[in-house]
């Protein structure tokens, strides 16, 4: 019954979550025809949503708005709704302790609510990042719990009575490349069946689909595909210190080795990592290698290397500023970008906000600017607002400092009217004049 609902795309859909991820997830499915319903605990957001305003940037609201109005897409607090669902995706966070650990309470919390409501032939699938062992480690005891009551739990089969699959979202916010639709989607089902319900799923709003052996190998794909940007991009990082010593140009070098046709991928050197995923989810990997008493040295070693950029950002500030007899303490600095990628307006782990902390230590000033992020509350401290990028702000400071190197900015006309630059990105790097002012990680 759910494969025909599903393909003759009467099925109802659902979203739990309704984020970076999530929102996408369920323009997506709308798309191609399917009623769904997307559920967020943010009552605030939901409200926005119903007017048809998105606060997802690859989401707009002209997208959005018409699938709002017509009902194709409907939005709630209200988790009662999932009984009437018949495929239920979960995009909720999964972010990290204090002390590096999985926090499991978002994914808990949502499985809790799906368990309740759990009705024969319903798809539950997990796109949310995890560690190996999260589907049926979690959530299938928890959904076979409540399906089960008042029989034996023996009775109850996963791939009989429900589906149970894992697909990691491969959502990379401000990539006008690759969409949704267009990415290829990796699945795994507890069963056979279970991976079939939920590649035919898929397969009506997504171009290509790749199924795998089991939801734990799906789920170690998700955090082998940033680890290994976590990784490349913390070697790159060494690089760039080794060749600061050596009074050698990390850029330069990079870009004559990428003209190798093969054997060699560019990674590039910046602030640190940002994002919720490449900063995050190698700790995933590392903390579930424990387990099987195995340390990861290569993953934190990395890890460690890309966590100390920021204070090398600062360092190269102090530097820059000693050099015109300037120093840290007092001085104003204009950060320009605090995204943690160019051309959107995420902040999440940006490097950027651990700059500024660092700055601030140092009791230096700053103003910020960010044609993308409008306000900046740094840990319940003071909220600070983006500056128009005049003339004035440019010249009256001590350092621009370029942690994100938006397109929009004129590099040539920041350089000119600067009087010292440090850049993070190589963003000055088409910069005929002034170089001289130009200090580079």
């Given at each position: 019954m759910i494969l025909e609902k599903i393909e003759t795309r009467t099925a109802r859909s659902g979203v739990i979550g309704l984020g970076y991820v999530g929102l996408p997830l369920t323009v997506a499915i709308a798309r191609a025809g399917f009623r769904v319903t997307g559920i967020d605990i943010c009552s605030e957001k939901i409200e926005r949503l119903k007017q048809g305003i998105s606060d997802v940037p690859d989401v707009t609201n002209e997208v959005l708005a018409p699938l709002i109005k017509s009902g194709q897409i409907q939005v709630t607090t209200d988790f009662g709704v999932l009984g009437e669902l018949d495929t239920v995706n979960i995009c909720v966070p999964t972010p990290l302790r204090e002390n590096r650990t999985p926090?499991?309470?978002?994914?808990?919390?949502?499985?809790?609510?799906?368990?309740?409501?759990?009705?024969?032939?319903?798809?539950?699938?997990?796109?949310?990042?995890?560690?190996?062992?999260?589907?049926?480690e979690i959530i299938l005891p928890e959904l076979n719990a409540h399906f089960s009551k008042g029989t034996s739990p023996d009775t109850t089969q996963v791939g009989r009575d429900f589906y149970l699959a894992f697909s990691p979202e491969r959502i990379e916010p401000g990539n006008s490349t690759y969409s949704m639709t267009n990415t290829p989607k990796i699945i795994g089902g507890v069963t056979p069946h279970c991976t079939h319900v939920a590649e035919t799923f898929y397969a009506q709003f997504i171009n290509k689909t790749h199924t795998v052996s089991s939801p734990r190998t799906a789920e170690m794909v998700k955090l082998l595909e940033n680890t290994f940007r976590s990784v490349?991009?913390?070697?790159?990082?060494?690089?760039?210190?080794?060749?600061?010593?050596?009074?050698?140009?990390?850029?330069?070098?990079?870009?004559?080795?990428?003209?190798?046709?093969?054997?060699?991928?560019?990674?590039?050197?910046?602030?640190?990592?940002?994002?919720?995923?490449?900063?995050?989810?190698?700790?995933?990997?590392?903390?579930?290698?424990?387990?099987?008493?195995?340390?990861?040295?290569?993953?934190?070693?990395?890890?460690?290397?890309?966590?100390?950029?920021?204070?090398?950002?600062?360092?190269?500030?102090?530097?820059?500023?000693?050099?015109?007899?300037?120093?840290?303490?007092?001085?104003?600095?204009?950060?320009?970008?605090?995204?943690?990628?160019?051309?959107?307006?995420?902040?999440?782990?940006?490097?950027?906000?651990?700059?500024?902390?660092?700055?601030?230590?140092?009791?230096?000033?700053?103003?910020?600017?960010?044609?993308?992020?409008?306000?900046?509350?740094?840990?319940?401290?003071?909220?600070?607002?983006?500056?128009?990028?005049?003339?004035?702000?440019?010249?009256?400071?001590?350092?621009?400092?370029?942690?994100?190197?938006?397109?929009?900015?004129?590099?040539?006309?920041?350089?000119?009217?600067?009087?010292?630059?440090?850049?993070?990105?190589?963003?000055?790097?088409s910069v005929k004049k002034g170089q001289e002012k130009i200090i580079k990680i």
């Open positions: 926090d499991m309470q978002f994914i808990t919390a949502a499985v809790q609510q799906v368990a309740q409501h759990l009705h024969p032939e319903q798809l539950i699938i997990l796109e949310s990042t995890t560690y190996p062992g999260t589907t049926e490349n991009i913390g070697l790159i990082n060494e690089v760039a210190l080794i060749c600061d010593r050596m009074d050698l140009d990390v850029w330069e070098i990079i870009d004559a080795a990428a003209t190798k046709p093969f054997g060699f991928m560019p990674f590039y050197p910046g602030p640190g990592l940002g994002g919720h995923c490449i900063p995050i989810d190698p700790h995933y990997l590392s903390w579930k290698a424990q387990m099987y008493q195995y340390h990861a040295r290569f993953i934190e070693l990395a890890t460690e290397i890309n966590s100390e950029m920021p204070k090398y950002v600062v360092d190269k500030i102090i530097h820059a500023l000693n050099l015109q007899r300037k120093p840290l303490n007092g001085a104003q600095l204009l950060i320009l970008g605090i995204a943690y990628k160019k051309d959107i307006g995420d902040i999440r782990e940006s490097p950027a906000l651990e700059v500024i902390r660092l700055i601030l230590d140092k009791k230096a000033d700053f103003l910020y600017h960010d044609p993308y992020v409008k306000d900046l509350s740094l840990d319940d401290r003071n909220i600070y607002h983006s500056e128009p990028l005049t003339a004035d702000l440019v010249e009256n400071a001590d350092c621009v400092v370029i942690l994100t190197d938006h397109d929009v900015i004129d590099y040539c006309w920041l350089v000119e009217h600067a009087q010292l630059v440090v850049d993070t990105r190589n963003a000055t790097r």
